[in-house]
T-cell receptor, first 112, second 115 residues
Framework: DTAVSQTPKYLVTQMGNDKSIKCEQN?????MYWYKQDSKKFLKIMFS???????INETVPNRFSPKSPDKAHLNLHINSLELGDSAVYFC???????????FGQGTRLTVV | KQEVTQIPAALSVPEGENLVLNCSFT??????LQWFRQDPGKGLTSLLL?????REQTSGRLNASLDKSSGRSTLYIAASQPGDSATYLC??????????????FGKGTHLIIQP
């Protein structure tokens, strides 16, 4: 029943590892996003996808690679994790254009 | 570059009071403005969406206004309750780009309602 769901909710991993976060939405939206919330709770857009195509990449290191297998899914793969990648990552979705955005519950990534 | 500022950063009031949270943005070319609440360790819950052509939106005890020309929005909470305690986030969707632009967020107002 959840509109935007992310897995896992918590992720603890060592530096240098590769990890993925999955996101799915059942709202019929055609646009999906990844946001990062840093330790100061500031939310910032990372990527946006429309109809499985990358629209925005906000100067994110290329260790971050989003993948959209279909319009309902947008996964985030992170290579060679660094301590500074520790944050809460939020997935969101909306219709294309000036529509309401809905967010997932977030994935708290801790790199040790 | 769009910047969103929220004032105050934190607010603590007794239960039952009416209160106003402020949001300002530097670029008036927006599609819409959205207010969210975030509870500790939780995701974002959408409260109200105001399109650029609208002046206000209401949902229950919440009323949000938008003055696009001056780059300001307010969130009015009537008869506050302890359950309203959360961080309130203001976000704008830029209107100068395409329809898949992400939201630009303020840093939030941390609200505590004292029982």
């Amino acid at each position: 029943d959840t509109a935007v769901s992310q897995t896992p909710k918590y992720l603890v991993t060592q530096m240098g590892n590769d990890k993925s976060i999955k996101c799915e939405q059942n709202l019929g939206h055609d646009t999906m996003y990844w946001y990062k919330q840093d330790s100061k709770k500031f939310l910032k857009i990372m990527f946006s996808y429309n109809n499985k195509e990358l629209i925005i990449n906000e100067t994110v290191p290329n260790r971050f690679s989003p993948k959209s297998p279909d319009k309902a899914h947008l996964n985030l793969h992170i290579n060679s994790l660094e301590l500074g990648d520790s944050a809460v990552y939020f997935c969101a979705s909306s219709h294309f254009g000036p529509s309401e955005a809905f967010f997932g519950q977030g994935t708290r990534l801790t790199v040790v | 570059k769009q910047e969103v500022t929220q004032i105050p950063a934190a607010l603590s009031v007794p239960e039952g009071e009416n209160l106003v949270l402020n949001c300002s943005f530097t670029d008036s070319a927006i599609y819409n403005l959205q207010w969210f609440r975030q509870d500790p360790g939780k995701g974002l819950t959408s409260l109200l969406l105001i399109q650029s052509s609208q002046r206000e939106q209401t949902s229950g005890r919440l009323n949000a206004s938008l003055d696009k020309s001056s780059g300001r929005s307010t969130l009015y909470i009537a008869a506050s309750q302890p359950g309203d305690s959360a961080t309130y986030l203001c976000a704008v969707r830029p209107g100068s780009g395409g329809g898949a632009d992400g939201l630009t967020f303020g840093k939030g107002t941390h609200l505590i309602i004292q029982p």
